[in-house]
């Protein structure tokens, strides 16, 4: 059964302490991984895609990296305005999107 | 440039009553999708619009759940009778036009709707 699980559920981070937040994902014949950042009480907002193994993208503090069996965001040195959660997702047959229950991240001053 | 536009923002209801949600897609877009997120949940799509018909219901309750997408714009979501279990955040999203796999989506802010 196609899966897509997030890690940690939940991160608390001081600022400036860089981490990861993890991806796998069971999807066959995978097309690309999404990830989007989500505030609270606010729609998701895209972030990166990923298409292939091996593919990196990066967007201010934010890195994200791809395997054949999971992705892996990067923060480096995050500041306060970085606490979000953040969701992953792929896309299952018929163009659907399949969102993982995303890390809610928190980074104190 | 207007990102998507969802109204109301908020909605509390009866069980059992009706309620309709209501989108506004960026210009330029025809594809047109219904999320709904519980709460410490993902998405989970509830139906895709391509112009003003709909390619992907497979997740839409079809005996409570309804939608429209009149002239390939405006899109409404209705629940009639709602139940308590519908309570969540019901979000809708756009892109541009081709495979869903290749166009970023555009979420607007969703609606929160409470049943009691």
């Known amino acids: 059964e196609d899966q897509v699980t997030q890690s940690p559920e939940a991160l608390r981070l001081q600022e400036g302490e860089s981490s990861s937040l993890n991806c796998s994902y069971t999807?066959?014949?995978?097309?690309?991984l999404f990830w989007y950042r989500q505030d609270p009480g606010k729609g998701p907002e895209f972030l990166f895609t990923?298409?292939?193994a091996g593919e990196e993208k990066e967007k201010e503090r934010l890195k994200a990296t791809l395997t054949k069996k999971e992705s892996f965001l990067h923060i480096t040195a995050p500041k306060p305005e970085d606490s979000a959660t953040y969701l992953c997702?792929?896309?299952?047959?018929?163009?659907?999107?399949?969102f993982g229950t995303g890390t809610s991240l928190t980074v104190i001053p | 440039e207007a990102g998507v536009v969802q109204s109301p923002r908020y909605k509390i209801i009866e069980k059992k009553q009706p309620v309709a949600f209501w989108c506004n897609p960026i210009?330029?877009?025809?594809?047109l999708y219904w999320y709904r997120q519980n709460l410490g949940q993902g998405p989970e799509l509830l139906i895709r619009?391509?112009?003003?018909?709909?390619?992907?219901d497979s997740q839409l309750p079809k005996d409570r759940f309804s939608a429209e997408r009149l002239k390939g714009v405006d899109s409404t979501l209705k629940i009639q009778p709602a139940e308590l279990g519908d309570s969540a955040v019901y979000l809708c999203?756009?892109?541009?036009?081709?495979?869903?796999?290749?166009?970023?989506?555009?979420f607007g802010p969703g609606t929160r709707l409470t049943v009691l």
């Open positions: 999807v066959s014949g995978l097309r690309g």
């Open positions: 997702a792929v896309p299952k047959t018929g163009n659907q999107f399949y």
């Open positions: 210009s330029g877009h025809n594809t």
């Open positions: 999203a756009s892109s541009l036009d081709g495979v869903p796999v290749y166009n970023e989506q555009f």
């Open positions: 619009y391509e112009n003003e018909e709909a390619v992907d």
């Open positions: 990923l298409y292939s």
